[in-house]
C-alpha cells in the first residue's frame, strides 16, 4: 500500500497520550521523475483520507470509539521536493480547519549487517 493505492489506508492507530485517531501514508517513491503525478497520487491519497474521517468510517474498527484528534503522518523514504513541500504546507492549512493534523517526514530504512 502506498502514494499509488490511494483508496487504501496504509495504517491506522491511536496515540493515546491526545487521543488522537493516526493515519500513516507510505510513499516509497522517488520524487526525480513525474513530479506532478507524484503530487497527484499524494493529494488522491490525502483527499480519501479526509473523506474517511469526514464519514466516519473508521467506526469499523473503532466502534463506540470518539476521538478529539485526527492526524495524518506521510513517511517519505526519498527526499521531497520544493512543490511537494509548498503542496503539504498549503494542505496543512486547510485540514488544520478540519481538525486534521498533517505531519511528514523523511524515513530512511538503512538495515545494518
Given at each position: 500500500?502506498?502514494?499509488?493505492?490511494?483508496?487504501?489506508?496504509?495504517?491506522?492507530?491511536?496515540?493515546?497520550?491526545?487521543?488522537?485517531?493516526?493515519?500513516?501514508?507510505?510513499?516509497?517513491?522517488?520524487?526525480?521523475?513525474?513530479?506532478?503525478?507524484h503530487l497527484k497520487g499524494l493529494q488522491s491519497k490525502i483527499n480519501n483520507y479526509v473523506g474517511?474521517?469526514?464519514?466516519?468510517?473508521?467506526?469499523?474498527?473503532?466502534?463506540?470509539?470518539?476521538?478529539?484528534?485526527?492526524?495524518?503522518?506521510?513517511?517519505?523514504?526519498?527526499?521531497?521536493?520544493?512543490?511537494?513541500?509548498?503542496?503539504?504546507?498549503?494542505?496543512?492549512?486547510?485540514?488544520?480547519?478540519?481538525?486534521?493534523?498533517?505531519?511528514?517526514?523523511?524515513?530512511?530504512?538503512?538495515?545494518?549487517?
Open positions: 500500500m502506498s502514494v499509488k493505492d490511494p483508496n487504501k489506508i496504509d495504517g491506522m492507530g491511536i496515540d493515546e497520550n491526545t487521543n488522537t485517531l493516526v493515519f500513516l501514508i507510505s510513499d516509497p517513491y522517488n520524487w526525480v521523475i513525474q513530479e506532478y503525478e474517511y474521517i469526514q464519514n466516519k468510517g473508521y467506526r469499523a474498527v473503532y466502534r463506540n470509539r470518539e476521538f478529539d484528534h485526527f492526524r495524518i503522518e506521510i513517511a517519505f523514504q526519498y527526499q521531497y521536493t520544493e512543490n511537494c513541500e509548498r503542496f503539504l504546507n498549503a494542505g496543512r492549512r486547510q485540514l488544520k480547519e478540519l481538525n486534521i493534523q498533517l505531519k511528514y517526514q523523511v524515513v530512511n530504512h538503512k538495515t545494518e549487517v
